[in-house]
T-cell receptor, first 114, second 110 residues
């Protein structure tokens, strides 16, 4: 089955800890994205990548880091610098083309600071 | 730097009624206008999309209307059903990234 797999589904973090959220896709997509969703809120772009070993900051990149060492993988690290990390995190991928760019989403990781 | 403005934030519609969600965009370079549907605890999924060379696209009970001069596009759900209760997002994708609207939480009353 082709798709995007995010893990874990639920994650608890103590204050001051870094945690890494996994995102893997087998759709052969070049572009991958990380979004943050707060309760009742929209999707805010954290980071995105169009090609291996290259990525760009989105609208709310502070306190987060990413890597893109493989086409299939785009892990997100929530660092201790992120002061309010409790949220629902969504990873997505798409082909890179000018028209008809559909995003395919994973099932999300719900991160809670305890 | 919001490029896509969505309204309303929440919407309650009686079963069988018409649900209407609107989206306004700022950048004329956008050339593909999708709507995504998200159920609680799940990731969004593409529902329906339109290109700017047509004014309307219909798929079953879902219709997108596009007004290029007003820079607006809207989602109409005919004969709304309880199973349509979800959060809906418009989006403005470009080659490098995809920007989403703030979302509309739709509740269909039985």
């Amino acid at each position: 089955d082709g798709g995007i797999t995010q893990s874990p589904k639920y994650l608890f973090r103590k204050e001051g800890q870094n945690v890494t959220l996994s995102c893997e896709q087998n759709l052969n997509h070049d572009a991958m994205y990380w979004y943050r969703q707060d309760p009742g809120q929209g999707l805010r772009l954290i980071y995105y990548s169009q090609i291996v070993n290259d990525f760009q900051k989105g609208d709310i990149a502070e306190g987060y880091s990413v890597s893109r060492e493989k086409k299939e993988s785009f892990p997100l690290t929530v660092t201790s610098a992120q002061k309010n990390p409790t949220a629902f995190y969504l990873c997505a991928s798409s082909v890179v083309r000018r028209l008809n760019t559909e995003a395919f989403f994973g099932q999300g990781t719900r991160l809670t600071v305890v | 730097q919001q490029q896509v403005k969505q309204s309303p934030q929440s919407l309650i519609v009686q079963k069988g009624g018409i649900s209407i969600i609107n989206c306004a965009y700022e950048n004329t370079a956008f050339d593909y206008f999708p709507w995504y549907q998200q159920f609680p605890g799940k990731g969004p999924a593409l529902l329906i999309a339109i290109r700017p060379d047509v004014s309307e696209k219909k798929e079953g009970r879902f219709t997108i209307s596009f007004n290029k001069s007003a820079k607006q596009f809207s989602l109409h759900i005919m004969d709304s059903q309880p199973g349509d209760s979800a959060t809906y997002f418009c989006a403005a994708p470009r080659a490098s990234k995809i920007i989403f609207g703030s979302g509309t939480r739709l509740s269909i009353r039985p």
